[in-house]
């Protein structure tokens, strides 16, 4: 199936079940749409293997982006989450400059809490919209990140976190007639091997600390939980992966594990953050017309 035509199915049966989550939905929606844009991509920079040990692809790396590009994204993604928190104008916060695209963007890409709660107090955000916001945010880069540096994953990434962006798994993914264990990302899409009795958080692997919560219904969809971190992954099984631009739906889709969790006490870690560069380009289209009045003499 289309990937557009899956989203679509999957957005169209969360926005019936929870219409007070319609204004994030639509920012999701705006996200995926973004995705499919193949500008992304050529801002994804060339990397190798992690030079260092257990640090995942986007650590370190310097992206260079075209202002406009992520200009436009940003004022689109802010002006819907305005919708969703009237009392917050985000949107008139980037246009006085109190909240900078670039800056945004770079915190968000890096997945970086404190960064955006920093952004969050000049936007007058007291409500954590940004921190919400950010995942879906970078989703565009992140997925083109994605896309583009899976085949560099070291084959032996043993880390809970994803090999790709760095954060912590969304879903843990039971696959297939083998029962195959894997590990998936919210921002990226990311989808990396893991034990069956192994928390991703804290790498407890004694049965006597690891359990499971089952959801009243439903036992293809549990909580996962650990005794010694006291944290949580909730658990889904398929016969099929789960599309990488669906784990973030599927995430917001299971929703009431969370709740069975947090009632029990058990919590999800804090993101951890990254060092990202975002480095703003000269538009390729500008260059050229800039080159163009130079060679005929219009300017010097």
């Known amino acids: 199936m289309a990937r557009g035509k899956s989203g679509g199915a999957f957005l169209s049966t969360l926005d019936t079940e929870h219409a007070e989550w319609r204004p994030l939905l639509a920012l999701v929606e705006a996200a995926l749409g973004e995705m499919e844009r193949p500008v992304w991509s050529e801002s994804v920079p060339a990397r190798e293997h992690s030079a260092a040990i257990g640090e995942p692809l986007v650590s370190g790396a310097i992206m260079q982006v075209t202002p406009d590009l992520v200009r436009r994204w940003v004022h689109r993604a802010m002006t819907i989450a305005s919708a969703g928190a009237s009392a917050i104008p985000f949107a008139d916060a980037l246009a006085a400059g109190r909240l900078d695209h670039l800056a945004l963007f770079e915190a968000a890409v890096a997945g970086d809490p404190n960064r955006l709660d920093d952004l969050a107090q000049a936007a007058g955000d007291d409500r954590g919209v940004l921190k919400v916001v950010g995942p879906i945010l970078a989703m565009p880069i992140l997925h083109a990140c994605r896309r583009a540096w899976t085949p560099l994953v070291p084959a032996a990434w043993a880390e809970g976190y994803c090999p790709i962006c760095g954060d912590w798994p969304a879903l843990a993914e039971t696959r297939g007639l083998d029962g195959q264990r894997r590990l998936r990302c919210g921002r990226c899409g990311g989808d990396w ?75 999800r870690p804090t993101a951890k953050g990254r060092r990202v560069q975002v480095v703003a380009k000269p538009s390729r289209l500008r260059t050229l017309f800039r080159l163009h009045q130079w060679t005929t003499g219009g300017a010097r």
């Open 193 to 267: 091997r893991t034990e069956r009795l192994r928390c991703p958080f804290c790498g407890e692997r004694g049965h006597e600390n690891l359990g499971s919560l089952v959801s009243e219904g439903s036992e293809q969809q549990t909580v996962d939980v650990c005794e010694r971190c006291r944290y949580y992954v909730k658990a889904v099984t398929a016969l099929v992966p789960i599309r990488p631009e669906d784990v973030f739906l599927q995430d917001l889709a299971t929703l009431v594990l969370d709740v069975i969790a947090l009632e029990r006490g058990y919590g």
